[in-house]
């Protein structure tokens, strides 16, 4: 696929991945990044700060949707920062120094994942309550740091772990999403200027595809706007169904990954 082809399939991909995950606070940029290697044949290791674009470009629409309804993720928002920014720094140093390969972070995905998200979709919250213990702020600081760290390696912006820990630990979705899709949004900048600063120094494919960064970022943006709409109108429980479901199937397709790897 080339030109306006390879742009119309990322938009519409997005905007799909985008609608279907930003009510649970995940931006679907862990399902993006298998679509961009497979699909659209982003090279690496220029897909990981193409997928961060995305999330620059994306996490927009469905904060400003947020932000009028009143959800602003509160204090969450704020502890989620002090551990994804720096990490994200250091994941994408170490992205273009040390040039990890995927394997490793499929089988770290698809065992976090898998469990967590058949736990999601299959276990009943009556009245709201949650049987896990509420995680404490320095356990959150400590997660968000390896997510960031992650995100900064692998191009994503860590919702896909965090929204199903902090949903599962007892939080509202309603407090989730925006905490974890602002952090996204935050930490994907500062992926992306690292990126950028770092291709200065570095031959080969290190700064983003612009073009299928905005062409996806743009589907996210319209999908995002539209999932964030759509999730006042849906119950907890069901947000909570549907990120074990999105979580699970992104866990198993990087098993599969893994395994073919």
């Excluded at 990981?48 to 509160?74: H, I």
């Amino acid at each position: 696929m080339h030109g306006l082809v390879l742009y119309s399939v990322g938009f519409g991909a997005a905007f799909g991945i985008a609608t279907l995950c930003t009510p649970a606070g995940v931006s679907g940029a862990v399902l993006l990044l298998p679509f961009q290697v497979s699909v659209l044949g982003t090279p690496s290791p220029a897909v990981t700060p193409t997928n961060l674009l995305y999330n620059v470009v994306a996490t927009p629409g469905a904060l400003v949707r947020y932000w009028r309804q009143g959800q602003t993720g509160g204090r969450l928002t704020t502890v989620l920062l002090l551990g994804t920014l720096p990490g994200v720094i250091a994941g994408s140093a170490i992205r273009v120094e040390l040039l990890p390969g995927p394997r490793a972070f499929e089988i770290v995905i698809a065992f976090v994942l898998i469990p967590l998200g058949s736990w999601l979709a299959l276990h009943n919250q009556p009245n709201g309550e949650s049987t896990w213990v509420p995680l404490s702020t320095p356990v959150i600081i400590g997660t968000a740091l390896v997510v960031g760290v992650v995100g900064g390696i692998y191009g994503i912006g860590g919702g896909s772990i965090l929204a199903p820990l902090l949903v599962g630990a007892g939080r509202s979705p309603k407090e989730v999403a925006p905490a974890t899709l602002l952090s996204t949004f935050l930490t994907s900048v500062v992926g992306v200027a690292t990126f950028v600063v770092l291709s200065t120094q570095h031959h080969g494919a290190i700064a983003p595809d612009w073009g299928i960064g905005a062409a996806l970022g743009l589907g996210g943006l319209v999908g995002g706007y539209l999932g964030a709409l759509l999730q006042r109108r849906l119950p907890d429980q069901l947000i909570r169904r549907i990120l074990g479901l999105l979580v699970t199937a992104v866990g198993a397709r990087y098993a599969e990954l893994a395994a073919k790897g």
